[in-house]
């Protein structure tokens, strides 16, 4: 399968593309679209899809700047370019950034369909050639890569002569003159142990690493990649970092085999303390267990990301078999158990509370006749995974509220119906008072604050990865890293169903028209909107209505 997502500011034509394509059948996926390039370009950035359709004609960010955009920090995304307008300037303007095809306006969902194809064959053929092992052999042998790898190596161990470090560099035509400086590490290992899959992944990656923004790399050993960071301000230099060891988790899992775990050592503002910052790197990879043998497969599972900034800042230190975890209200909630209830309840707001409710009620209507039976199963669950929460924050269920492991508060809060959904708010909120009172670190209060910001904001079209992260102080790929990571779903998926579970309770609680909750819960389209819901609930907005007026 491969992704695509669309830009144009005419929902019309967006709404062609998106339904008149049978993607599934044809062996796509539709990921998403924008009637914009900025708002598409932080969507792009999260949801990495394989092929781009954007209009040429855009406010804001036209479809070439967005393709410039996105070939300098995604190289990978094949771009097809629509247009009204058959200017040959136009044209050879997007054959020079490196567009795939050009459509001219009106054209057909064949028409469509037969660029897709050719352009999924190219991505086929690219791949495959990326990722010869013998080339990457081939070129790693070569004069010119040995110099500059041994040149790097001297660098970052703290061997090289500091005083011809600037001319050594000029030389080998690399740029590393800056204000401040990190090393990254990309560990890339294979689950099955598999040679050949691991070896396939690292030539890929360096096939693409040359277009890493402000970064020179090699590979130590066969599967460490090494990235040495520049940029003139810390904020620039943090973008840069975490957005390229996003890219090189996304690239090298793109082989489902692999695993990337990388390592983002301090920032340092001198050459000859690079070596520090690579140490620091290299301690966080000794110290932190294989992601081979992660039972998930997708690529959020088979990619991480640490920071040793970070980890400094919430006074962790290297040494400690606990640097990632913590108990007591600390950044990294050790959740062994694998409970995705208590996974879920550690960053949940006010919106997650409600979907968890409605979850349950839907269990419950499902199964006619045995309200008690699943009510009670239910809420056993909920009181388990509560106490487990509040159990790593340093409390106990026995001395906070006893009461809820009684048998008699079972069997008075399954009741009826509206005791039961009554029940279960009180319990959830009050784990969520108790968590927010001890989650003092920086992730707890990043995620939390920028779970509220959501929650006040869904419904602003303009709400994006990047507006949440300047809410947040922190720079969008540092974010989006965190993000991630922390709440196991992306920051866009997780903004969507803010506004999905909303659209659900004004559907519940409203007469309002299908499309004024469009509009009311922050999407700019209803037909998107529509196709949104039907994907992710399974039923049609009007179907989901009828449910609750019948």
């Known amino acids: 399968m491969y992704s695509v997502f669309a830009v144009d500011d005419e929902p019309i034509v967006l709404e062609g593309i998106r339904s008149k394509i049978d993607w599934e059948g044809s062996g796509f ?7 914009d390039g900025e708002i598409a370009l932080s ?6 899809p394989d092929i781009l359709i954007t209009d040429i004609k855009m406010p804001f960010m036209d479809g070439l700047q967005l393709a410039q955009a996105i070939k300098q920090t995604q190289p990978w995304i094949k771009i097809i370019i629509l247009s009204g307008h058959d200017e040959f300037d136009y044209a ?3 054959i020079s950034i490196g567009i795939e095809d050009y459509l001219l306006k009106p054209f057909t969902p064949d028409e469509l369909l037969s660029s897709l ?4 064959s190219h991505i086929d053929k690219e791949r495959k050639q990326l990722s010869d092992i013998s080339k990457l052999k081939e070129e790693l042998k070569s004069s010119a890569a040995l110099l500059k790898k041994e040149f790097l190596n001297n660098l970052v161990h703290g061997s090289a002569e500091m005083s011809t470090v600037i001319q050594k560099s000029s030389e080998l035509g690399l740029n590393l003159i800056s204000r401040y400086y990190k090393v990254l590490i990309s560990r ?3 689950r099955t142990e598999n040679l050949q899959n691991q070896q396939e992944a690292c030539s890929l990656l360096n096939s693409y690493s040359t277009a890493i923004n402000e970064a020179v790399s090699f590979f130590h050993h066969s599967n460490l990649l090494v990235c040495i960071f520049k940029g003139s301000t810390q904020a620039e230099l943090d973008d840069n970092t975490f957005r390229a060891a996003e890219t090189i988790g996304h690239i090298a899992t793109k082989n489902e085999d692999c695993t ?8 340092v503002e001198h050459l000859s303390q690079l070596s520090s910052s690579y140490e620091d790197a290299k301690n966080i990879l000794s110290l932190s267990p294989s992601l081979k043998t992660s039972t998930a497969n997708s690529n959020a599972a088979a990619s991480r990301i640490i920071s040793s900034d970070d980890l400094a800042e919430n006074g962790e230190s290297f040494g400690s078999s606990d640097n990632q975890q913590g108990n007591n209200g600390s950044d990294f909630l050790d959740i062994s158990e694998n409970d995705p209830l208590v996974d879920r309840l550690k960053y949940a707001g006010k919106n997650d509370i409600s979907a968890i409710i409605e979850e349950s009620m839907t269990l419950i209507r499902n199964n006619p006749g045995q309200f008690k039976v699943f009510a009670s199963y239910i809420l056993v669950d909920l009181i388990f995974a509560v106490s487990k929460l509040i159990e790593k924050l340093g ?3 026995k001395e906070l509220k006893p009461e809820i492991l009684q048998r008699k508060f079972i069997d008075d809060a399954v009741r009826d119906e509206q005791n039961f959904t009554k029940i279960l708010e009180e319990v959830l909120d009050f784990a969520l008072e108790y968590r927010n009172s001890k989650m003092t670190g920086k992730y707890g209060d990043v995620i939390l604050k920028a779970k509220r910001y959501i929650e006040e904001n869904y419904a602003d079209q303009n709400t994006t990865l990047t507006s949440v992260a300047e809410a947040v102080a922190l720079s969008p790929n540092h974010f989006s890293t965190i993000f991630s990571q922390e709440c196991k779903t992306t920051f866009i998926e997780y903004l969507t169903n803010v506004r999905l579970e909303n659209a659900k309770r004004l559907m519940r609680e409203t007469d309002m028209k299908g499309y004024d909750i469009a509009y009311e819960c922050g999407f700019s389209d209803p037909h998107y909107f529509s196709y949104i819901f039907k994907k992710n609930t399974g039923l049609s907005p009007r179907e989901y209505k009828m449910t609750f007026s019948s």
């Not at 996926?29 to 009637?35: L, Q, S, V």
């Open 92 to 94: 050879k303007k997007a």
């Open 260 to 267: 990337v775990l990388t390592a983002i050592g301090k920032t």
């Open 29 to 35: 996926t539709f990921a998403g679209e924008a009637t």
């Open 395 to 397: 409390g106990d269920v």
């Open 117 to 120: 194809n050719k352009t999924a």
């Open 43 to 48: 969507m792009i950035h999260e949801l990495k």
């Open 188 to 190: 890339i290992e294979s």
